[in-house]
């Protein structure tokens, strides 16, 4: 029931968005991508073979000019799992709605926190096997949220999220085992391009306090040498019920020969495990490229490695 009305809903706004477009000029734009993987997964010694969606998605933004200083923009985006076998394949992404201007801007609705936003393409695997949230606290997309981005300053740019105690995800049990909810924030310093396109260097430093359950901080660097990406990631994280801290670190590299891109991501935390992973892409054009990857992930209470081997294809539109 549920899907059916997310459909409908998202159907209702395209169209209204549509109209609107029409007669008033706003601008709309329809956007998404397709990644789906033929996939053989030996998970705790036992191997399955699946064609999977890796955060398949659609969705629309825009934005309208209010005056000579404000625009409103908004964004209304779902995934899609083509592998979802009893057909449940809608889910939420972020949607929200926003003011900006000289000012910054500002959104409401749900969103991904700065310290999620601000690992910008560190993650190589990102979506796939060897995501970082595997292993990594903080990979969070909170749905109450308000979300404020600076103006740049050169090449600065800061945001703060704040999550509401209202959110279901900020409920935790403390240490008496008692329910508690809190309000959330989440802060990043950003440095740079996080596409690497408009600088060769990027840098960020953001801190989760009791989002999800969790204090996190994290840094994140990635410079662009020549063909060569590198990157790097480090992450401290703690219960807010009193947990020990726990330290990790990401490294990735990605080079790039004309139409193939070879990547390379080491991955551990602390009393969770690591992983490593190998893979390349090939563009077939802009939008479109085949890929493939081996991840190997090595948990700290497992007797036995997973290991995840895929080939597939992406078109984004």
């Known amino acids: 029931m549920m899907n059916v009305f997310s459909k409908s809903l998202l159907a209702a706004a395209i169209a209204t968005a549509t109209l609107s477009t029409a007669h008033a000029g706003e601008p709309l734009q329809v956007y998404g991508k397709l990644n789906v993987t033929a996939q053989s997964n030996d998970v705790k010694g036992d191997t399955k073979t699946t064609i999977q969606s890796n955060a398949s998605r659609f969705g629309v933004k825009g934005d309208l000019a209010l005056n000579n200083s404000l625009e409103a923009f908004y964004t209304i985006e779902y995934e899609v799992d083509t592998g979802d076998d009893v057909k449940e394949n809608f889910k939420a992404r972020n949607q929200f709605v926003g003011l900006k201007g000289n000012f910054g801007a500002v959104s409401v609705g749900r969103n991904d926190t700065m310290l999620k936003v601000s690992q910008g393409k560190v993650d190589q695997f990102n979506d796939l096997e060897a995501d970082a949230k595997n292993l990594f606290k903080g ?21 703060v999220t704040y999550v509401a105690d209202g959110d279901s995800d900020q409920a935790y049990l403390d240490l008496n085992k008692i329910e508690q909810t809190r309000d959330g924030f989440s802060l990043a310093a950003m440095y740079g391009d996080d ?49 020990d801290s726990k330290n990790g670190y990401l490294l990735s590299a990605a080079y790039e020969i004309s139409a193939v891109t070879l990547k390379a991501q080491f991955q551990d935390m602390e009393d969770m ?30 007797t036995s490695d997973d290991n995840y081997f895929g080939i597939g294809i992406e078109h984004k539109f």
């Open 195 to 243: 596409e690497l396109k408009t600088t060769n260097f990027y840098a960020a430093l953001a801190y989760d306090s009791e989002v999800k359950g969790y204090d996190i901080l994290r840094a994140t660097v990635q410079a662009k040498l020549a063909d060569l990406v590198v990157g790097g990631m480090f992450q401290q994280e703690e219960k807010v019920d009193g947990g």
């Open 139 to 159: 990979e969070n997309r909170m749905a109450q949220t308000a979300t404020y981005y600076t103006p740049s300053v050169g090449d600065f740019k800061f945001g």
């Open 273 to 302: 495990g690591d992983s490593w992973s190998v893979g390349g892409d090939y563009k077939l054009a802009k939008p479109t490229k085949l890929l493939a990857f081996y991840s190997n992930r090595s948990l700290e209470k497992a």
